[in-house]
C-alpha cells in the first residue's frame, strides 16, 4: 500500500510544523499514542552510560557488556546469577521513577481528551505518571510480571516483593525513589537458591512476561487491555484522530508505525503526527496529513506544553 521510501519533512519548517501539532492536538476528537523506546530514553531510562555502569559495574567487569539489554540474554551458568542480574534490571527500570519529567508532560498534553495508548515499552512508566491504566495497552509484557518458563498455563505473577529480597540479598538498599549499592563492597552477583521463582503450578523456573518468542503469556489482563483497545478504535472510525507516535523505532514497525500509517490512510480526517530524535518520516500517501518532527522528545513535548517555539 505504501511506498517502499517515506518522505521525511524539511526540517525548515519545524517550528510551522510544531505550531500545526500543538493545533492539532486542541481540534482532535481523540488521540491515540503509540510510544516506543525512544520515549522512555528520553525520560532518562537508558540502557548504557553512566547508569548501566552505576548498577552493573560487577558484570561489565566479569563479562564485558556493552549495554543492560544485551546482558539480559547472556547464559549464566546459575539460576541465582541469572537472577542477581535480572532483579537489578526489573527494579531499576520497573520500580523506580525515570528521572526526566516526559511522560508527566505527555499526560498534561493528552489528559484532557478521550485517549489510548499502545506501546510496546514494559517499563509501566505511563502508570507512574499518573495515566489510567484503562486506557493502556502494554503489548509486549511488564517488566513487573513473571510467567511459567513453559509455559505450563496462561497467567502472570506480580514481581514487586520477591525482586526486592532480590535486590536486597545482594547488598543493595532500597531507598526512596533510589537502589543504592553496598556500602563499601562490591555487590554479591548471586541470589539465594531460596529466592529462585518456580512456577506455583508445575515448579519450573519463571521468566519474565516478555514477548520474545511464542512461549509470551497473554493473560487475562492482556486480552481485556485489547479489547479496549479494538473498542477504542471502533468508536472513532471516521473521526478527527490524532495518530501521535513517539520515539518509536523500526525493530517492531508492525505493531505502532505501520498501522498508523493505514489508519490515517484510511481516514481522511485523521492526522499522523511522529516525533523522534531522528528519521521522522511519513510515506508520502499521507505526507499532506503528517507531521514530523525530529529532535529531543522532551524537547518537544516540554515546547508543545508551553507554547514555544523551537529549533531542531
Not at 53 to 76: C, E, N, S, V, W
Not at 175 to 195: D, I
Amino acid at each position: 500500500m505504501f511506498l517502499r521510501t517515506a518522505t521525511k519533512r524539511s526540517t525548515g519548517a519545524f517550528c510551522d510544523d510544531l505550531t500545526r501539532l500543538r493545533q492539532e492536538l486542541a481540534a482532535a476528537d481523540a488521540v491515540l499514542v503509540g510510544a516506543g523506546a525512544g520515549l522512555s530514553a528520553a525520560a532518562g531510562f537508558t540502557y548504557t552510560g553512566d547508569r548501566f555502569a552505576r548498577y552493573f559495574g560487577d558484570f561489565i567487569q566479569k563479562y564485558g557488556f556493552r549495554d543492560m539489554y544485551a546482558g539480559g540474554f547472556y547464559p549464566f551458568d546459575s539460576l541465582e546469577e541469572h537472577w542477581a542480574y535480572w532483579s537489578r534490571y526489573i527494579y531499576i527500570n520497573r520500580y523506580l521513577d525515570p528521572p526526566g519529567p516526559v511522560y508527566r508532560d505527555l499526560l498534561r498534553l493528552v489528559g484532557d481528551k478521550d485517549y489510548f495508548v499502545l506501546t510496546t515499552n514494559v517499563d509501566h512508566c505511563f502508570q507512574k505518571a499518573g495515566f489510567d491504566k484503562r486506557r493502556l495497552f502494554y503489548t509486549q509484557g511488564d517488566y513487573g510480571l513473571w510467567q511459567c518458563s513453559g509455559p505450563c498455563h496462561a497467567a502472570t505473577y506480580d514481581n514487586a516483593g520477591p525482586v526486592r529480597r532480590m535486590v536486597e540479598a545482594q547488598g543493595f538498599r532500597v531507598g526512596a525513589g533510589e537502589l543504592l549499592p553496598p556500602a563499601g563492597r562490591a555487590p554479591a552477583m548471586a541470589v539465594p537458591a531460596g529466592l529462585v521463582p518456580r512456577c506455583p503450578v508445575c515448579g519450573r523456573p519463571m521468566t519474565m512476561n516478555l514477548r520474545a518468542d511464542d512461549s509470551f503469556v497473554e493473560d487475562e489482563g492482556w486480552h481485556a487491555a485489547a479489547a479496549r483497545y479494538e473498542e477504542f478504535l471502533r468508536r472513532h472510525r471516521g473521526a478527527r484522530l490524532l495518530c501521535l507516535e513517539l520515539g518509536v523505532g523500526m525493530n517492531t514497525p508492525v505493531i505502532i508505525k505501520y498501522p498508523f500509517w493505514r489508519m490515517t490512510a484510511e481516514n481522511p480526517r485523521a492526522v499522523y503526527a511522529c516525533i523522534n530524535l531522528r528519521d521522522a518520516r511519513a510515506p508520502g500517501q499521507i505526507a499532506g496529513r503528517s507531521i514530523c518532527l525530529e529532535g529531543e522528545i522532551g524537547a518537544v513535548l516540554g515546547a508543545l506544553g508551553a507554547g514555544d517555539g523551537l529549533r531542531p
